[in-house]
Every structure is written in C-alpha cells, then in structure tokens.
C-alpha cells in the first residue's frame, strides 16, 4: 500500500473537477445506476466542499478524480482534466489503468474490495485495475491536508480469474469482486516537474 498526501489546495482544485465531471453526464446517469434498477440517493441535500456547493450524488465522482490524481502521482502522470458527456473506455491513464477509489474501509471479506460492475466489465478494456480508498466523512469537512491509498493494482487477466459475483443490494448492480489481498504493489515512479505545480 502506498500513501498519498493532498493538500488543500490541489483538493479543492480536484473537487471542483469532480464537480464538472459529475454535472458533464446526463441528469439520468447522474441520479440513476446504468448497472441496476435503482435509484442511487432518495434526497438532493446541498453539502460545501472547500467553498463548492455540491450535493452527495456528486461524490463518487469528486472521489473518483482524487484516488486518480493519487495514483497519478505515484506513476508521474496528471489526471485528464477532460470533461467528457458520455463515459470513455474506461481506461484512465497511459499504462491502461483503471482507477476505482472506495469510501469503504472494509467489505464481506474484512477488507476494502474492488468492485466492478459486470456490465461495465464487459463493455470496457482497461489492462490494469487500480485501488484508492479515502475517507468520505473526512473530505466533507474540507480538511486542510489528506490522506489518499492507494491500495494496489490488479491486472485484468488475474482480475479474470480471481473474481467473484456479488450484489450488495436488491435490484442493484451485479459486480466483479476481488480483495484488497489479492492486489499487487503498484510501481512507483520518480514524480515529475509539474507536481510541484500543484503542491
């Protein structure tokens, strides 16, 4: 596992792309899950993240460009600052890495999982599946620093051949499921100049 430290700064500045991520999407994707039948939030309650007004269906998106930008800053890559109205393939960074960033500490298997729904593994071609996890709870309270894990990667073909078949609610998305245990130590890289940009 490997440990990243934001501070306020680059988080507010990737809140806000998250921001713009979320809003890109169609207001069906955006309330519904394309994986299952169900809405994902009952309310539409406003909650300020470092000065944002956002509300909480924006945050697997926010959340998702942080564990990105973490993982980036271990390989020496930056985040696409892109903001695209249907989703890509799915593929985040160069290296063909997907990046999945869970709120949750620990899952069935008592420990954080990676998840993928079964549609969207299917549909998309990533080589590489990432894992960051980060606190939710704490980002709502616009801390001054973070801490970001990076848990490990997966490539797909062992992905492939350790997952199982989960569906943590009814009328939810079927998901791909691997542990935190059977990821491996992603590869760190010499971080390059434009980092100290965002710093």
């Known amino acids: 596992m490997n440990s990243v430290k934001l501070d306020k700064q680059v988080?507010?500045?990737?809140?806000?792309?998250?921001?713009k991520r979320h809003e890109a999407k169609d207001i069906s994707f955006r309330n519904h899950s394309k994986h299952g039948r169900f809405r994902k939030y009952k309310g539409d309650s406003d909650v300020t993240i470092y000065d944002l007004t956002v509300t909480k269906r924006h945050i697997p998106h926010i959340a998702g460009v942080i564990g990105e930008f973490a993982y980036g800053k271990l390989i020496g890559e930056?985040?696409?600052?892109?903001?695209?109205?249907?989703?890509?393939?799915?593929?985040?960074?160069?290296?063909g890495a997907e990046v999945k960033t869970s709120t949750f500490y620990t899952?069935?298997?008592?420990?954080?999982?990676?998840?993928?729904?079964?549609?969207?593994?299917?549909?998309?071609?990533?080589?590489?599946?990432?894992?960051?996890?980060?606190?939710?709870?704490?980002?709502?309270?616009?801390?001054?620093?973070?801490?970001?894990?990076?848990?490990?990667?997966?490539s797909n073909n062992k992905f492939d051949s350790l997952k199982q078949e989960k569906q943590y609610i009814e009328g939810g998305p079927i998901n791909y499921v691997v542990k935190q245990s059977d990821l491996d130590p992603v590869k760190v890289v010499e971080k390059p100049w434009f980092f100290d940009l965002w710093n």
């Open 107 to 154: 899952g069935s298997f008592g420990q954080t999982e990676l998840k993928i729904p079964k549609r969207e593994y299917i549909e998309r071609s990533p080589s590489l599946y990432v894992l960051a996890r980060l606190n939710s709870k704490l980002l709502l309270k616009s801390p001054n620093e973070m801490i970001v894990d990076i848990l490990g990667q997966i």
């Open 11 to 19: 988080l507010k500045n990737l809140v806000s792309l998250g921001k």
């Open 78 to 95: 930056d985040v696409d600052r892109k903001i695209y109205s249907v989703r890509d393939d799915g593929v985040d960074f160069k290296n």
